[in-house]
């Protein structure tokens, strides 16, 4: 009998464990607010940029081309910044790891030159877009892998 008494004791206390009270950041997207996040967002600011249009383009490895994806972002870009033809806009070229400082200084300028040419035939004016190579100095996933690589080859639109 003592043992069934410590043994439910035992259980209650672990299930009050798992138990958790709601916080109020878990309180705050339940509910009909839920999804509210993206009625807060500045139109033609670097948020409504990112999560409605897509601030980036990914590259395979040692490649500047453009693939479908890329250009369909882009067009997204082009059609989102003459809209807000207030914002101009600076596309930073990146590279993974491997390579040296200067031959992903180079690449990560063929990149950039070549989101900037693309978005110049979409009929964005060449005064609203500069762009600057950062080669593989800021990486957004510093591993050392090919899911890291993958997203560490990119061409990323910011305002100015």
Same mark, same amino acid.
């Given at each position: 009998?003592?043992?069934?008494?410590?043994?439910?004791? *035992?259980?209650?206390?672990?299930?009050?464990?798992?138990?958790?009270?709601?916080?109020?950041?878990?309180?705050?997207?339940?509910?009909?607010?839920?999804?509210?996040?993206?009625?807060?967002?500045?139109?033609?600011?670097?948020?409504?940029?990112?999560?409605?249009?897509?601030? @980036?383009?990914?590259?395979?490895?040692?490649?500047?081309?453009?693939?479908?994806?890329?250009?369909?972002?882009?067009?997204?870009?082009?059609?989102?910044? *003459?809209?807000?033809?207030?914002?101009?806009?600076?596309?930073?070229?990146?590279?993974?790891?491997?390579?040296? @400082?200067?031959?992903?200084?180079?690449?990560?300028?063929?990149?950039?030159?070549?989101?900037?040419?693309?978005?110049?035939?979409?009929?964005?004016?060449?005064?609203?877009?500069?762009?600057?190579?950062?080669?593989?100095?800021?990486?957004?996933?510093? *591993?050392?892998?090919?899911?890291?690589?993958?997203?560490? @080859? @990119?061409?990323?639109?910011?305002?100015?």
């Amino acid at each position: 009998m003592r043992f069934k008494i410590v043994s439910l004791i *035992a259980v209650a206390g672990v299930l009050a464990a798992c138990g958790t009270a709601p916080t109020s950041e878990t309180a705050s997207t339940s509910g009909s607010g839920a999804g509210t996040g993206a009625a807060s967002i500045v139109p033609g600011s670097a948020e409504d940029l990112k999560v409605n249009v897509g601030d @980036r383009v990914f590259f395979a490895f040692d490649r500047y081309n453009l693939t479908a994806e890329a250009r369909y972002t882009l067009q997204q870009q082009a059609a989102w910044m *003459a809209a807000n033809p207030a914002v101009n806009v600076a596309i930073e070229g990146h590279c993974d790891e491997r390579g040296t @400082r200067e031959y992903n200084l180079a690449l990560g300028e063929r990149r950039a030159t070549a989101v900037v040419d693309y978005l110049s035939t979409l009929g964005v004016a060449a005064n609203r877009v500069s762009s600057i190579s950062y080669g593989k100095e800021r990486p957004e996933d510093p *591993a050392s892998n090919e899911t890291a690589w993958a997203k560490n @080859r @990119r061409a990323v639109t910011t305002l100015k």
